[in-house]
């Protein structure tokens, strides 16, 4: 309890404060320049006018963070900031690194925190005992502190932070939580209609159980029964193929089914 109070502490301090008021210092991993934290903006030229998220990772203890990170690679980045700083320690840096998840991050701007390493590491401000810790920034201001690996890139579209669903074009995952996002909470056949064109976009980028079972679900929804079904069916075989559960799948045949 005494952590999470702690924890909230910090995030109410940070959520005021701008991004030039955090002195700490960072190590660019790609040309192992070391900067301070708030000159990111002045010394790669970054927009202000765009959000920008902060993310931090582990290589050694957080597989998630790794996750996380590779979906927001896959977003279009003329539309929001991204930027990674990895908290693995001084002693466990170089395995970390060895693994090389950041030298395929080429949308995003890649550091270390210096953890450790002196009274400037990151660790000093911020909390790296648990990650991700993600920070939002607008205008140069953190709006938001946290830590939570579920702010998929989807929920920025979801939220209406970002209006273009093209953010996350090229993310099949990111488009199918957002059309599965539309089924459970829209009722406009307008708006699922819309949701289906980012379920044809899904599968055109991995054809896979989950989003041949979210736009089965769709079709139900927008009145398409016979089209649900094979749809369902098409999941169904795919999910035996994989050994996936598909209990959720069977229940919308039956639903399909009482409605032809």
Known sequence: ??????????????????????????????????????????EYNIDEDLPTLVITWSGKWCPPCIELIKRYNECDTSMMNIIT??????????????KGY??????SLNFHGNIGSDKKGFDNVFNVSSA??????????????????????Y?????????????????????????WSYYESENSITKLEEAIKWIIRSIELDRNYHNIDTHAALLFKTG????????????????????TNYDSTTELINKIIEKL
């Open 85 to 98: 700083i990895n908290v693995d320690s001084k002693n466990s840096l170089a395995e970390a690194l060895d």
């Open 224 to 243: 398409k029964y016979t089209e649900a079904l094979k749809k369902a069916k098409e999941a169904i075989e795919l999910a035996k193929e994989n050994e």
């Open 155 to 179: 929920r920025f579209i979801e939220t209406g932070r970002i209006d273009d669903v093209k953010f996350i074009w090229n993310s099949t995952k990111d488009l199918n939580s957002l059309a």
């Open 102 to 107: 950041h030298l395929k991050w080429n949308k």
């Open 1 to 42: 309890m005494k952590k999470q109070l702690t924890l909230l502490i910090l995030f109410l301090t940070l959520t005021n404060i701008a991004f030039s008021q955090i002195d700490v210092k960072i190590t660019n991993l790609k040309n192992n320049k070391t900067l301070s934290f708030n000159e990111i903006y002045s």
């Open 132 to 153: 991700p810790l993600i920070l939002y920034l607008e205008n140069g201001k953190i709006n938001d502190a946290l830590i939570n690996f579920k702010v998929y890139p």
